[in-house]
Structures are given as structure tokens and as C-alpha cells.
């Protein structure tokens, strides 16, 4: 079986672009959710998508967004990029309910010059 | 809010040798603790996880923790290390209402040393 897959794994842009990065759940699983990690502030949670309804929502400003599609797929966008949106974006993937485990993807490694 | 507090950030350890990670919470409610493994360049691996029953769980590569309700505890061990356990520790918690939301303690970096 598959594991959650995340692309890019590398991304470079400048600051006030926008970026997009997507998640592959393992097949099956229909709960999406999106963590950033920086050696700064360690790993936060961003949100998490459920049956393509977001159900949590961590602190974190609006220019965060996320979807998720019909096929379990999510995307994650950040507009208008500062420096500190520099990090490691990782995604993690569960069956239908809650405090099952979650499997997380090798991440985005997001650097914003 | 829930917080995890892992209190040691960097454990050097031989190889063969026993090791502890430590790990607090701060909840008002009943909680669910994980424990994740992150090696280089990749994502997080879950080790073991708490979630009602036994306090003492068993989680894979020979990996336990105990739950610990009056101390807020729930403390990693291993009674003897490999090279390959050469990683980055997290301690997680999620509230019963919080759904999937993990928060997570800022991570034990362990360094086996042969």
C-alpha cells in the first residue's frame, strides 16, 4: 500500500508569491492534516480536512488555506509568503475517525527568500 | 489549552544502553499521548500511543512508555539502544474534543554512540 505522498518535496520563492503544495492520503483514508515544522516554534498544526470539510483549525493567520478534494487529495496554499513561512509542511493522512493513527508524508521543505 | 513539555532537548547514549525520554502534559481533560519518531530527511513515525486501559503501552522497535494520570506523565523508554535509534523524539497529545489536532512537545534529539 501506498504512503502519503506530498509534492513538491523542495520549493524556493520569494517573498510575496503565493505557493501551493498538495497531499496524497494512503488510499482509504479520508482525514488530511497539515503541520508546519521550524527549529523555532517546533511543530504546529495547521488544520484538518474531512470528507472535504475542514473540522480543526489550528493559530494561524488567514493567508493558510487549505482544500480537500472528493478523491480524499488536499492542497495547502500560502499567500503573500514572509520569511518565517520557511519550514518543513507536513501532511498526515488517517482512516474516518478520530485518534486513529496518523501517517505523515516526508514533508515539503518550503524556503522563502 | 493543552501543552507537552519534553524535557530534556538533546540525549546522548551509548549503545546497549538504557534510555528515557521525558515527557509532561498540561490538560483539564482526559487525553489521548502518542509517541512519534522523525529520522533525517523524512516524516514522522508513530512509535506507540495511549488512549485508554493498560498504562503501560508497548509500541514497535522494542519501544514502552507509562502513563502516568497524577504526574501528567508519559515517559519513552528503551532498555537498550541501537545505532539505528539515532533520531528525533516527539511526544504528542490530543484532547477528546480536538479530533485529530496533535500538539506537540518541542522533541528529544537521541544520539547513540557506539
Known amino acids: 500500500k501506498a504512503g502519503v505522498t506530498q509534492t513538491p518535496r523542495y520549493l524556493i520563492k520569494t517573498r510575496g508569491q503565493q505557493v501551493t503544495l498538495s497531499c496524497s492520503p494512503i488510499?482509504?483514508?479520508?482525514?488530511v492534516s497539515w503541520y508546519q515544522q521550524t527549529p523555532g516554534q517546533g511543530l504546529q498544526f495547521l488544520f484538518e480536512y474531512f470528507s472535504e470539510t475542514q473540522r480543526n483549525k489550528g493559530n494561524f493567520p488567514g493567508r493558510f488555506s487549505g482544500r480537500q478534494f472528493s478523491n480524499s487529495r488536499s492542497e495547502m496554499n500560502v499567500s503573500t509568503l514572509e520569511l518565517g513561512d520557511s519550514a518543513l509542511y507536513l501532511c498526515a493522512s488517517s482512516l474516518t475517525g478520530t485518534h486513529n493513527e496518523q501517517f505523515f508524508g516526508p514533508g515539503t521543505r518550503l524556503t522563502v527568500l | 489549552a493543552q501543552s507537552v513539555t519534553q524535557l530534556d532537548s538533546q540525549v546522548p547514549v551509548f549503545e546497549e544502553a538504557p534510555v528515557e525520554l521525558r515527557c509532561n502534559y498540561s490538560?483539564?481533560?482526559?487525553?489521548?499521548l502518542f509517541w512519534y519518531v522523525q529520522y533525517p530527511n523524512q516524516g514522522l513515525q508513530l512509535l506507540l500511543k495511549y488512549l485508554s486501559g493498560s498504562t503501560l503501552v508497548k509500541g514497535i522497535n522494542g519501544f514502552e512508555a507509562e502513563f502516568n494520570k497524577s504526574q501528567t506523565s508519559f515517559h519513552l523508554r528503551k532498555p537498550s539502544v541501537h545505532i539505528s535509534d539515532t533520531a528525533e523524539y516527539f511526544c504528542a497529545v490530543s484532547g477528546k474534543a480536538a479530533g485529530n489536532k496533535l500538539t506537540f512537545g518541542g522533541g528529544t534529539r537521541v544520539l547513540v554512540k557506539p
Open positions: 488510499s482509504g483514508h479520508r482525514s
Open positions: 490538560s483539564s481533560v482526559s487525553v489521548y
